[in-house]
C-alpha cells in the first residue's frame, strides 16, 4: 500500500509539471492558460488525451508528434520527471502534511519563473500573485507570526527598491516583487538566508560568462532562477544554515 500510495504521488506531480510546461509554453505567448485543448507548437494539431500523458505519452511516441513527427523537446518530460521527484522529495520531508503540498505548490511556481524568466526575461505578475495566494493560505498551518510574515516582506525588496531608483535596472521589477512575496511566505530570517545564495551563486555565475566574454559588464542575465533556489534551500534548511553561521560567527 505504501509503494501505490507514493506512485500516486509521483503521479500527482508529474500531472501539476505537465501542467506548468502548458504555463511556460502559453504565458509568455499571451495565449489562455484556461481555454483551448492543447496542441502541437509546430502543425498545430490538436492534441488527444492519450498524447498528454505525462513520461508516458513522450515514451510511446518515441519523443515524436504522432500527426507531423516532429522531434519533441525533452525538456517538458524532464520537467514532469523533475515534478514527481519534487513531490516525493515533499513528502519525504515533511510526511502527510499540509506542509508539503505548500511547498510543493511554491517550488512549481518557483520553477516556473525561473523558466519564463530565461526564456524572456520576465516575470509575470500573476505567478508572482500566486505565491503570494500560497503564503496567505499558509498562515494558519505555519509556526510563524504575522510580523515576521510582514518584516519578511519588506526587509529586501525595500532595499532592492531603493538601489533600483538610484542605479536605474540594476535590478528588475518582477524581481523585487519576488522577493517580497518570498519573504512573506519564509520570514525575514529566511529570506535573508535564501538572498544570501541567490546572490553569491548569481555572482558566481555572471563571473564566469564575464570571464568567458560570454556578456559584458552592462549586460543583463536572469535573477529569478537564483532568487528561486536561494528561496527553496532557504524554506527547507534555513535555521539549521543561520544556526551554523551563529555558532561558527562565536568562535
Known amino acids: 500500500m505504501k509503494f501505490i500510495f507514493l506512485i500516486y504521488v509521483f503521479i500527482f506531480g508529474t500531472c501539476i509539471a505537465s501542467f506548468m510546461n502548458v504555463i511556460i509554453f502559453r504565458l509568455p505567448l499571451g ?27 513522450y515514451i510511446f511516441l518515441l519523443g515524436k508528434c504522432r500527426y507531423c513527427h516532429t522531434k519533441i523537446s525533452i525538456h517538458d518530460t524532464c520537467l514532469e520527471i523533475f515534478g514527481g521527484l519534487l513531490s516525493l522529495f515533499c513528502l519525504y520531508h515533511y510526511g502527510i502534511n499540509i506542509m508539503a503540498l505548500f511547498v510543493f505548490c511554491f517550488g512549481m511556481l518557483l520553477l516556473t519563473i525561473s523558466l519564463i524568466d530565461l526564456k524572456t526575461m520576465i516575470i509575470p505578475d500573476c ?34 527598491y531603493i538601489l533600483n531608483l538610484l542605479i536605474p535596472d540594476c535590478f ?25 545564495i541567490a546572490i553569491i551563486l548569481a555572482g558566481i555565475y555572471a563571473s564566469c560568462l564575464v570571464i568567458k566574454k560570454r556578456v559584458g559588464n552592462h549586460d543583463y542575465i536572469a535573477f529569478a532562477p537564483y532568487i528561486s533556489i536561494g528561496v527553496f534551500i532557504a524554506l527547507l534548511y534555513g535555521k539549521q544554515l543561520l544556526n551554523c553561521y551563529l555558532y561558527f560567527c562565536t568562535y
Open 172 to 196: 528588475g521589477g518582477g524581481d523585487i516583487k519576488l522577493v517580497a512575496v518570498c519573504g512573506f511566505f519564509l520570514g525575514w530570517q529566511k529570506i535573508l538566508v535564501g538572498m544570501f
Open 31 to 57: 495565449i489562455s492558460i484556461a481555454k483551448g485543448r492543447s496542441f502541437c507548437p509546430c502543425c498545430h494539431h490538436q492534441l488527444n488525451i492519450y498524447d498528454l500523458i505525462p513520461i508516458v505519452s
Open 127 to 160: 505567478l508572482v500573485l500566486s505565491c503570494f495566494v500560497i503564503g496567505m493560505i499558509s498562515i494558519p498551518f505555519m509556526n510563524l507570526s504575522l510580523l515576521d510574515r510582514i518584516f519578511g516582506f519588506f526587509v529586501i525588496s525595500c532595499p532592492l
